[in-house]
């Protein structure tokens, strides 16, 4: 993003668990499709109060891989409570049928960071009562804050507003923003040199590329259309439309991966471009959100933090933060002021040669770096 300077796994899991459970009062539940078959109730009264939820606590907050606790209690001593039926995150989990109407949302459930919605169905005599709350998993542990070493510098077009950045066979392939000036471009990495160039139309604002097989990937920021480009030939062979704001992009195996500007991870089937899951990133206190560029480095996700020098090093498997980069130093901001540059943004990776390179909004240079880890 943007003009300035003045984030595979699901979050609930898509997977149907349909082993049994057991609750901290013994009794056992039932996961996923199985709960689905359970005997329909009476709907006739769906406003009626029969229960409280006293557990957890509203956004209470717990570390990954904790268990919850939900406590529920009857609101009326002479009420008879049929069953309730307990929801984590959307997924069923129990049905409980007897008092103490508690029970203990396993680890296995809170295995990704994010706001974890904890639901309980009440029915009693024809009535209906829903009742929500949520919670936040952090990260269980701090993340660790790395320097860097520059190990090598390259030039880098002055008048590029980088917005994503990827590396492959030797070249480096830069997705321009502005409108009326957003561009896809093949870059040789030695000189700097532009050797290709697509210009969008003038009226979008070009975002994040990625490379999936042997089509480049170019997202816009607030249109929410991209489009699918021909690698050696720069021809754009379809579009893609997407619900949110198009921010960074990268490649996962099998998925692309799209930022939006918040916390939030989109995981693409790169052929229909459908969202397969979503992922919430924080660290060990808070969410971490504006996430922008993206690259898949080494197992991780690392993204360039808008507005900020720290790039986040992501789990893509738990969404939570393992460490950040500070890269303040690199390019200090009264030197990018002196000549009319703009925030960091634009990381690549040449796998082969295990090079990470960044640079930013009309830098006048690319670096080439290591973590001091």
Known sequence: MKNSYSAYIPLASFILLTACTVSCSGRT???GKEAAILPAHNTENTSAVIIKM?????????KLND????????????????????FFDGEAVTTMKSAPWEFVVPPEMTGMTGRKSVKAVAYSEGKIQTLTKFVVIYSDTKPKRYGYRVIHTY????????????????????GTGQEAGSSLREVEL???????????????????????RDRIYQVTWTNKVGFVYDEKTFNVINRIYYQTQGWGL????????????????????????????????????KM????????????EIWA?????????????????????????????ERERRAVNADVLNGIAYDSPDNRIFVTGKRWPKLYQIKANE
Do not use: C
């Open 29 to 31: 539940g039932i996961r």
């Open 54 to 62: 006293t557990s957890p606590a509203e956004n209470g907050g717990y």
């Open 67 to 86: 268990p919850v606790r939900v406590s529920l209690r009857s609101e009326k001593s002479d009420e008879t409570i049929d069953s309730i039926r307990l």
């Open 155 to 174: 030039p880098h077009d002055p008048e590029a507003f980088t917005q994503g950045l990827f590396y492959d066979k030797g070249l480096l392939y830069e």
């Open 190 to 212: 030695e000189t700097g040199k532009v050797l290709r160039q697509h210009n969008l139309d003038p009226s979008l604002f070009g975002e994040g590329i990625t490379l999936f």
């Open 250 to 285: 990268t490649t996962l195996d099998d998925m692309i991966v799209m930022s939006d500007g918040t916390n939030i991870l989109y995981f693409y089937e790169p052929e229909m471009f459908t969202v397969v899951s979503r992922l919430e990133v924080y660290d060990n206190d």
């Open 288 to 299: 971490v959100d504006q996430l922008n560029e993206l690259e898949y480095i080494n197992g």
């Open 304 to 332: 360039n933090i808008w507005q900020t020098d720290q790039i986040a090093r992501i789990d893509p498997r738990s969404g939570k933060v393992n460490s950040y980069v500070d890269l303040s130093q690199i390019f200090p």
